[in-house]
């Protein structure tokens, strides 16, 4: 899972990463369970990106309690800065708005992540011969 905030420059995209990072690593999650990177190559931050191993939360602190801290943590930094988190994970990618943030609200989003709506299908299109009179 990857989580990032919602920010109007990459530097302060930056700085909301490292500090949800250090508020991990202060409720105990394991140093090798995340890491900070980069949301481009052209970017020249430490990293806007904080990616999250949730199999290593899981293993570590038990589900329910891994999704409890990982949330509080990312509400605290959402409702001390007033920016909203982006959760990708491989399924979907999706926003939780500061302004409607409860601590019960990214505690849910985050255990059970939305999936993303299925494109609708392409619909075939007839083909439909054209005849065209040259004039000679």
Known sequence: MELSFACENSAEASYLAQELELELLKHKIPAGAISLKQASAENMDVGSIVWISIEALNQVMGPIASVATLASCVHQIMSKYNRDAIVDNEQS???ISASRATLSRVKTALA?????KPRSKPKSILAIPTLFRIAA
């Open 93 to 95: 990618k999706f926003k």
């Open 112 to 116: 059970k992540p939305q999936r993303s």
